[in-house]
Protein backbone atom coordinates (compact mmCIF):
# COMPACT_ATOMS: atom_id res chain seq x y z
CA UNK A 1 0.00 0.00 0.00
CA UNK A 2 1.14 3.33 0.02
CA UNK A 3 0.97 6.28 2.22
CA UNK A 4 2.26 9.76 2.64
CA UNK A 5 2.64 11.76 6.08
CA UNK A 6 2.53 15.79 6.57
CA UNK A 7 2.93 17.60 9.26
CA UNK A 8 -0.75 18.66 10.43
CA UNK A 9 -0.24 22.83 10.65
CA UNK A 10 3.03 24.94 9.93
CA UNK A 11 2.71 28.89 11.63
CA UNK A 12 4.86 31.43 9.68
CA UNK A 13 5.42 35.00 9.14
CA UNK A 14 5.56 37.24 5.90
CA UNK A 15 8.67 37.40 4.19
CA UNK A 16 9.98 34.11 5.99
CA UNK A 17 11.03 30.65 4.28
CA UNK A 18 9.09 27.44 4.96
CA UNK A 19 9.43 23.83 4.41
CA UNK A 20 6.58 21.47 4.58
CA UNK A 21 7.90 17.99 4.65
CA UNK A 22 6.10 14.80 3.34
CA UNK A 23 7.29 11.28 4.24
CA UNK A 24 6.19 7.77 2.34
CA UNK A 25 5.98 4.62 2.28
CA UNK A 26 4.81 3.80 -1.09
CA UNK A 27 6.19 0.44 -3.35
CA UNK A 28 6.94 2.40 -6.48
CA UNK A 29 5.37 5.68 -7.77
CA UNK A 30 6.38 7.99 -10.85
CA UNK A 31 6.96 11.13 -9.27
CA UNK A 32 5.38 13.28 -6.20
CA UNK A 33 3.40 16.09 -6.43
CA UNK A 34 2.47 19.08 -4.78
CA UNK A 35 -0.98 20.76 -4.89
CA UNK A 36 -2.36 23.72 -2.84
CA UNK A 37 -5.87 24.23 -1.42
CA UNK A 38 -7.35 27.45 -0.14
CA UNK A 39 -10.11 26.66 1.99
CA UNK A 40 -13.03 25.82 -0.11
CA UNK A 41 -11.51 26.20 -3.09
CA UNK A 42 -10.01 23.70 -5.60
CA UNK A 43 -6.68 21.93 -5.30
CA UNK A 44 -4.28 23.46 -7.96
CA UNK A 45 -0.73 22.18 -8.86
CA UNK A 46 2.44 23.58 -7.56
CA UNK A 47 4.91 21.43 -8.81
CA UNK A 48 6.42 18.33 -9.58
CA UNK A 49 9.58 15.89 -9.50
CA UNK A 50 10.14 12.90 -11.63
CA UNK A 51 14.16 12.18 -10.15
CA UNK A 52 15.80 13.20 -7.50
CA UNK A 53 16.39 16.68 -6.60
CA UNK A 54 15.36 20.17 -6.70
CA UNK A 55 12.71 21.64 -8.79
CA UNK A 56 11.98 25.20 -8.71
CA UNK A 57 9.11 27.40 -10.00
CA UNK A 58 9.42 30.86 -8.81
CA UNK A 59 8.73 31.42 -5.01
CA UNK A 60 8.03 27.76 -4.71
CA UNK A 61 10.76 24.70 -4.48
CA UNK A 62 9.91 21.16 -4.11
CA UNK A 63 12.66 18.61 -3.70
CA UNK A 64 12.83 14.67 -3.68
CA UNK A 65 14.90 11.64 -2.56
CA UNK A 66 13.64 8.58 -2.75
CA UNK A 67 16.59 6.36 -1.55
CA UNK A 68 15.52 8.39 2.08
CA UNK A 69 11.63 8.21 1.01
CA UNK A 70 11.12 11.72 1.63
CA UNK A 71 10.56 15.00 -0.46
CA UNK A 72 9.32 18.54 0.83
CA UNK A 73 7.76 21.51 -0.65
CA UNK A 74 9.79 25.09 -0.01
CA UNK A 75 8.13 28.26 0.36
CA UNK A 76 9.79 31.55 -0.13
CA UNK A 77 9.12 35.25 0.46
CA UNK A 78 6.20 34.25 2.46
CA UNK A 79 2.71 36.22 1.51
CA UNK A 80 -0.84 36.14 3.74
CA UNK A 81 -2.17 34.48 0.28
CA UNK A 82 -0.22 31.27 0.90
CA UNK A 83 -1.91 30.72 3.44
CA UNK A 84 -3.85 27.40 2.65
CA UNK A 85 -3.46 23.84 2.87
CA UNK A 86 -0.49 22.17 0.88
CA UNK A 87 -0.76 18.19 -0.35
CA UNK A 88 1.79 15.96 -1.94
CA UNK A 89 0.41 13.34 -3.69
CA UNK A 90 2.25 10.35 -5.94
CA UNK A 91 1.30 9.05 -8.85
CA UNK A 92 1.54 5.48 -8.47
CA UNK A 93 2.64 2.56 -10.87
CA UNK A 94 0.49 0.87 -13.21
CA UNK A 95 -1.78 2.09 -15.69
CA UNK A 96 -3.57 4.44 -14.27
CA UNK A 97 -2.60 8.01 -13.53
CA UNK A 98 -4.35 8.13 -10.52
CA UNK A 99 -3.33 10.09 -7.12
CA UNK A 100 -2.53 8.91 -3.62
CA UNK A 101 -2.76 12.21 -1.37
CA UNK A 102 -0.51 12.75 1.49
CA UNK A 103 -2.37 13.98 4.75
CA UNK A 104 -1.93 17.49 4.18
CA UNK A 105 -0.37 20.30 5.64
CA UNK A 106 -2.26 23.35 6.70
CA UNK A 107 0.29 26.63 6.61
CA UNK A 108 -0.94 30.18 8.34
CA UNK A 109 0.92 32.56 7.69
CA UNK A 110 0.84 35.59 10.27
CA UNK A 111 1.85 39.30 9.59
CA UNK B 1 -15.40 27.19 -19.87
CA UNK B 2 -12.06 26.83 -19.45
CA UNK B 3 -11.83 24.94 -16.41
CA UNK B 4 -13.42 21.57 -15.09
CA UNK B 5 -17.08 22.65 -13.59
CA UNK B 6 -19.35 20.89 -11.36
CA UNK B 7 -22.85 20.86 -10.78
CA UNK B 8 -24.52 20.95 -7.84
CA UNK B 9 -22.00 23.34 -6.24
CA UNK B 10 -23.78 22.16 -2.57
CA UNK B 11 -26.41 19.22 -2.18
CA UNK B 12 -28.10 18.33 1.14
CA UNK B 13 -30.00 15.31 0.88
CA UNK B 14 -31.75 12.74 3.20
CA UNK B 15 -30.36 9.57 4.20
CA UNK B 16 -31.57 6.91 1.85
CA UNK B 17 -31.82 9.05 -0.93
CA UNK B 18 -29.89 8.42 -4.44
CA UNK B 19 -28.09 11.74 -5.61
CA UNK B 20 -26.14 12.39 -9.00
CA UNK B 21 -23.54 14.62 -8.57
CA UNK B 22 -21.63 16.01 -12.46
CA UNK B 23 -18.50 17.10 -14.01
CA UNK B 24 -17.45 18.90 -16.97
CA UNK B 25 -13.91 18.39 -17.41
CA UNK B 26 -11.55 20.42 -20.05
CA UNK B 27 -12.14 19.85 -23.61
CA UNK B 28 -9.89 17.75 -24.94
CA UNK B 29 -8.91 15.82 -21.54
CA UNK B 30 -9.04 11.98 -22.07
CA UNK B 31 -8.97 11.55 -18.59
CA UNK B 32 -11.47 11.59 -15.99
CA UNK B 33 -10.98 11.22 -11.96
CA UNK B 34 -13.25 11.52 -9.03
CA UNK B 35 -11.72 12.03 -5.91
CA UNK B 36 -13.57 12.42 -2.03
CA UNK B 37 -12.34 15.18 0.30
CA UNK B 38 -14.04 14.82 4.08
CA UNK B 39 -13.63 17.55 6.56
CA UNK B 40 -9.91 18.03 7.45
CA UNK B 41 -8.86 15.90 5.49
CA UNK B 42 -6.65 14.54 2.39
CA UNK B 43 -8.54 13.44 -1.03
CA UNK B 44 -9.47 9.75 -1.71
CA UNK B 45 -9.68 8.37 -4.90
CA UNK B 46 -12.93 7.10 -5.44
CA UNK B 47 -12.48 5.93 -9.69
CA UNK B 48 -10.58 6.87 -13.01
CA UNK B 49 -11.63 7.14 -16.62
CA UNK B 50 -9.80 7.23 -19.88
CA UNK B 51 -12.32 8.08 -22.34
CA UNK B 52 -15.31 6.34 -21.35
CA UNK B 53 -14.31 3.14 -19.91
CA UNK B 54 -13.11 2.80 -16.29
CA UNK B 55 -9.79 0.80 -15.40
CA UNK B 56 -10.07 1.58 -11.84
CA UNK B 57 -12.82 1.62 -10.07
CA UNK B 58 -10.67 0.69 -6.56
CA UNK B 59 -11.80 3.92 -4.40
CA UNK B 60 -15.40 3.10 -4.73
CA UNK B 61 -16.10 2.73 -1.11
CA UNK B 62 -19.38 0.63 -1.78
CA UNK B 63 -21.37 -1.00 -4.11
CA UNK B 64 -23.96 2.25 -4.06
CA UNK B 65 -21.22 4.12 -5.53
CA UNK B 66 -21.12 4.18 -9.67
CA UNK B 67 -20.14 6.53 -12.14
CA UNK B 68 -19.85 6.93 -15.75
CA UNK B 69 -19.06 8.59 -18.83
CA UNK B 70 -20.33 9.77 -22.12
CA UNK B 71 -19.28 10.73 -25.10
CA UNK B 72 -15.74 10.96 -23.21
CA UNK B 73 -16.69 13.64 -21.89
CA UNK B 74 -19.19 14.95 -19.20
CA UNK B 75 -19.14 12.25 -15.84
CA UNK B 76 -21.99 11.55 -13.13
CA UNK B 77 -21.25 9.58 -10.31
CA UNK B 78 -24.12 8.42 -8.59
CA UNK B 79 -24.96 7.55 -4.56
CA UNK B 80 -27.96 5.56 -4.45
CA UNK B 81 -29.64 5.34 -0.54
CA UNK B 82 -27.32 7.85 0.46
CA UNK B 83 -25.84 7.42 4.34
CA UNK B 84 -23.97 10.36 6.93
CA UNK B 85 -20.48 9.10 6.27
CA UNK B 86 -20.98 10.15 2.43
CA UNK B 87 -21.25 13.42 3.35
CA UNK B 88 -18.04 15.14 1.51
CA UNK B 89 -16.63 17.10 -0.75
CA UNK B 90 -16.81 15.77 -3.96
CA UNK B 91 -13.99 16.48 -6.72
CA UNK B 92 -13.76 16.03 -10.15
CA UNK B 93 -10.35 16.23 -12.09
CA UNK B 94 -9.08 15.84 -16.08
CA UNK B 95 -6.00 15.44 -17.59
CA UNK B 96 -4.94 15.22 -20.97
CA UNK B 97 -3.56 11.67 -21.33
CA UNK B 98 -3.49 8.88 -18.81
CA UNK B 99 -0.27 7.11 -19.55
CA UNK B 100 2.44 9.69 -18.95
CA UNK B 101 5.76 7.79 -18.18
CA UNK B 102 8.34 9.69 -16.57
CA UNK B 103 6.89 13.04 -17.27
CA UNK B 104 3.97 14.78 -15.49
CA UNK B 105 0.37 15.26 -16.32
CA UNK B 106 -0.83 17.73 -14.59
CA UNK B 107 -4.59 16.76 -12.97
CA UNK B 108 -7.24 19.66 -12.88
CA UNK B 109 -9.72 19.97 -10.10
CA UNK B 110 -13.00 21.23 -10.63
CA UNK B 111 -14.47 23.00 -7.33
CA UNK B 112 -16.18 20.35 -6.03
CA UNK B 113 -19.66 19.06 -4.82
CA UNK B 114 -20.27 19.39 -0.73
CA UNK B 115 -22.76 16.85 -0.04
CA UNK B 116 -24.36 16.41 3.15
CA UNK B 117 -26.61 13.77 4.21
CA UNK B 118 -28.83 14.81 6.85
Not at chain 2, 30 to 43: E, K, M
Not at chain 2, 79 to 85: A, K, L, S
Amino acid sequence: GQSLEQPSEVTAVEGAIVQINCTYQTSGFYGLSWYQQHDGGAPTFLSYNALDGLEETGRFSSFLSRSDSYGYLLLQELQMKDSASYFCAVRVLGATNKLIFGTGTLLAVQP
Amino acid sequence: GAGVSQSPSNKVTEKGKDVELRCDPISGHTALYWYRQSLGQGLEFLIYFQGNSAPDKSGLPSDRFSAERTGGSVSTLTIQRTQQEDSAVYLCASSFSSWVGGRTDTQYFGPGTRLTVL
